[in-house]
């Protein structure tokens, strides 16, 4: 049996399905493809002729929607009709931790997956690939088999075929387009050579075959998992380190290239900052967890376990190294925020580490002037109203922070200032110029090790520079 394969369509709209399927349109002009979501609002963002308002900020991403869009690439509500046209279709919805029940706190919620292997159920005709695109605990697929299968049996139509592969996604926010088109590797598990082969050929477009990997579907879905893990495990080892290095007289940056320039070792992923954030880690490594403890094997859930507890420590003693800083406390100071997306070159926030620092740093009476280049306030606004169970949320935080459109306006008339996201504007600040605005005694918390620190010191500011031993 061979696929035809003409007519795509993506469930989900968000960071993994825009841009990839904004790719695929790319480099398979031949192709159809249609972009569903439930969200209106989002579809109509996609949708606007003013390309700097497209839902998702990535580098390159409006080049290519402008090339394709209303071509071959189409952003669309009408979930029913899209499904019933395509021939392969990929899931590439939300899968956040479960909040309440059954592996809350760890397990992924699957119920978008479950939504929307139902609406295949519903409406899919004739042969179709289904492709899990969204990160998924180990065995996800068998219930979407499971479902698709018994949707079959129930409307008894010989006609429909459902094959179900897993198509992990690596791309990374900020470098998502880049990774789209020269992938490090595919990976493609699934039972069903044709279907593994149909897919196959939709990256050869595009990907050198040698690039291309297959596998059965629990090694694939496992891979991402694990290969998302060991990239955390790096970061929380580096971060544990930071704090040595402070302790001792070493210096991060140091630490980092000799031990990176070790070729076993490899000197990706050894930035020390405040912490992993993103979509995927922290859910991923906790899903692992979740895993492993289901299988009984506790010491590989614990080992696991650390990562997590290790990232979140390290947003806890920036937060603490600021206040202890600042004379103990910093009611009624004034500190800039400078960034609150969880890395350069992307307006998501998701686990931001700045959530949780700037949650501390209001619990403790702090004002904030927060600024971002591509973060909206309203945005900033929800993730610092969102219930935590770890924040004490009674501070009215509305009155503590206020939103600023730029370095200038954030940092005017502050005591200190805190970088906390990675972006090229901040790496330029000229601080002999910045500093006159500020309050004195002042103080600059680099947790990004980006900026000139040495013209920071000689501009009169006390410098904190994490990983570093020259505190303030
Ligand atoms: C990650 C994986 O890289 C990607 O393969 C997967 O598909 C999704 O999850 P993403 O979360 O978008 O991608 O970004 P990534 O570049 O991995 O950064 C994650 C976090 O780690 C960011 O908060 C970043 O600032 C931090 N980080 C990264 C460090 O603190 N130090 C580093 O050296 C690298
Ligand atoms: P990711 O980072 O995994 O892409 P996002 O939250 O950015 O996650 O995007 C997921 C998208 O999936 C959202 O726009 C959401 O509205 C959409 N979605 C969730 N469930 C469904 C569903 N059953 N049908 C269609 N779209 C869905």
């Not at 906390?420 to 680099?446: C, V």
Request: one cysteine or more; proline letters at 3%.
């Amino acid at each position: 049996m061979s696929f035809e394969i003409n007519n795509i369509c993506c469930i989900g709209a968000g960071y993994v399905g825009g841009p990839t399927m904004s790719v695929i349109a790319d480099k398979c002009p031949n192709l159809t493809i249609n972009v569903v979501d439930i969200n209106q609002q989002r579809i109509d963002q996609w949708n606007q002729s003013d390309l700097s308002q497209l839902p998702i900020y990535e580098p390159g991403l409006k080049e290519i929607v402008s090339k394709c869009r209303n071509k071959n690439l189409y952003f669309s509500i009408d979930i029913e009709k899209h499904i019933k046209s395509a021939d392969m279709i990929f899931i590439s919805v939300n899968t956040p931790t479960k909040v309440k029940g059954i592996g809350a706190g760890q397990a992924s919620d699957l119920k978008w997956i479950e939504a929307s292997a139902r609406e295949i159920a519903k409406f899919a005709e004739g042969k179709t690939i289904v492709i899990e695109k969204s990160t998924l605990p180990v065995k996800t697929a068998a219930i979407i088999n499971k479902i698709l299968q018994e949707s079959n049996t129930e409307i008894n139509n010989s006609d429909r075929e459902f094959f179900v592969l897993s198509n992990p996604e690596f791309l990374a926010e900020g470098t998502a387009i880049n990774d789209l088109n020269q992938p490090d590797r595919v990976l493609i598990g699934g039972d069903n050579q044709e279907a593994i082969d149909a897919l196959k050929n939709l990256y050869l477009n595009w990907v050198d075959e040698n690039k291309i990997l297959t596998s059965n579907i629990w090694s694939s879905e496992l891979s991402k998992l694990i290969a998302n893990a060991f990239l955390a495990q790096r970061i929380s080892s580096i971060n544990s380190i930071s704090a040595l290095c402070e302790a001792t007289g070493a210096d991060i940056k140091d630490v980092s290239l000799a031990v990176g320039m070790d070729s076993r070792i490899g000197n990706k992923f050894l930035e020390s900052g405040p912490g992993f954030g993103g979509s995927c880690f922290k859910k991923d490594i906790l899903n692992l967890v979740y895993i492993c403890k289901h299988h009984g094997l506790d010491e590989v859930a614990s080992y696991w376990q650390k990562v997590i507890d290790m990232n979140f420590w390290q947003q806890k003693r920036l937060s603490e190294i600021i206040i202890s800083s600042l004379f103990g406390t910093i009611s009624e100071k004034k500190i800039a925020i400078l960034g609150f997306a969880f890395k350069a070159n992307t307006n998501d926030t998701r686990e931001s580490p700045a959530i949780k620092i700037c949650r501390d740093l209001l619990e403790e009476g702090g004002n904030l002037q927060i600024y971002d280049p591509r973060v909206s306030k309203e945005m900033i606004n929800h993730e610092l109203q969102k219930q935590d169970e770890n924040i004490k949320n009674n501070n009215d935080y509305k009155k503590l922070w206020k939103y600023c459109e730029s370095v200038q306006q954030a940092t005017y008339g502050v005591d200190a200032v805190l970088i906390l996201t990675e972006w090229e504007e901040f790496k330029n600040i000229k601080w002999q110029k910045l500093s006159k605005s500020m309050r004195s005694p002042k103080w600059l918390f680099d947790t990004r090790s980006i900026t000139d620190i040495e013209e920071a010191k000689s501009a009169g500011i006390n410098t904190w520079r994490l990983g570093n031993s020259e505190a303030i």
